[in-house]
């Protein structure tokens, strides 16, 4: 990794939590999404997170803060790269000096993880940023797929939750459904693209963190099995819906409708004014279709670049072996 002159670099602590966020927000903001990032969500983002392995912070002599990136290690072989460079330190080579951390981090990280499986490093940039576009293109970074964040506001009148025959919902029971949860996510998420499987220890992370509110983790049941599973936060004053997922048995009947329609009115019982989600555009399962009826709108569209590190089987393929 290369910083420009007299730039310094370390792992992210929670006492930058505040000065991370406005440099987050501030990148956002000048690559079109107006959507400030709070200290709160960002520590929420972090639960689960080593930060002294996962996150590096970049700055200028005087100790601003230049630039910021964390990754998401899926099974070693999918790192998925969050990177931000405040517009006062743009064309300094800063984002370059973090693009070449999360691809030694990747180089790392795959020789944990079966030689047989491709490795890969991706990043999801605001489809307007057209220079971040520029960068990873000329570093043999290729678009692949394209990524909404969709939206709806909670300051209005919800509609009731229609359940099919046969189908409960109730609160998720720390202690008793962790497990079963993690696995009901797992099976629902294996038609998502280029996905492998989570690990339940990143999963028990959630439930630990300082937001972490069973009344907002939404289980669909049908007798004794999870149907569908609805996981929401709350970090500040606007939901974050983290998993909509129904799994295969249950498609096709309505649940997944149901379920945002009843996260939606747990998030605005205590206060918040939208809830959102992040979503493939291009889903095998039609999931923005099912969020558009359910009143949601694209906030921002995010295109998902990749770069393989080292050649071989997809590596969502490993989740139907294990």
Known sequence: ?????????????????????????????????????????????????????????????????????????????????????????????????????????????????????????????????????QLLEDADYRAVRETFTMETSLDRALPEPVWPEGIAVRPFIPGQDDRATFEAVEDAFRDMWGRPRGTFDRFAAMTTAPEFDPALW???????????????????????????????????????????HSLFSALQSRGSRTAALSVDAESLTGAPRLYGRAGMTVRMSYLRYRKELRPGHDPAALAEQE
Not at 14 to 30: F, G, K, L, N
Not at 57 to 80: E, F
Not at 226 to 235: D, E, F, H, N, Q
Request: no cysteine; aromatic share 6%.
């Open 218 to 260: 939404l289980l669909a049941v049908d007798g004794d099995e999870i149907a569908a599973t609805g996981l929401a936060r709350m970090p500040a004053d606007e939901g974050w819906i983290d998993v909509i997922g129904v799994r295969r048995p249950w498609r096709q009947r309505g649940i997944g409708l149901a379920l945002l």
């Open 1 to 133: 990794m290369i910083l420009p002159p007299s730039f310094t670099a370390a792992p992210a602590s929670e006492d930058d939590a505040v000065a991370i966020a406005a440099a987050m927000s501030a990148s956002q903001a000048a690559n079109g999404d107006d959507s400030a990032i709070t200290a709160d969500e960002l520590r929420s983002d972090w639960s689960g997170v080593d930060l002294a392995s996962d996150s590096l912070v970049v700055r200028n002599p005087n100790g601003a803060i230049a630039g910021y990136v964390d990754v998401d290690n899926q099974a070693n072989l999918v790192v998925s790269v969050y990177a931000y460079v405040p517009p006062a330190f743009r064309d300094l080579g800063v984002g370059t000096a973090l693009r070449q951390w999360s691809e030694a981090y990747g180089q790392r990280a795959m020789h944990s993880a079966p030689v047989a499986y491709q490795a890969l490093v991706q990043q999801f940039i605001p489809s307007p940023a057209e220079s971040a576009r």
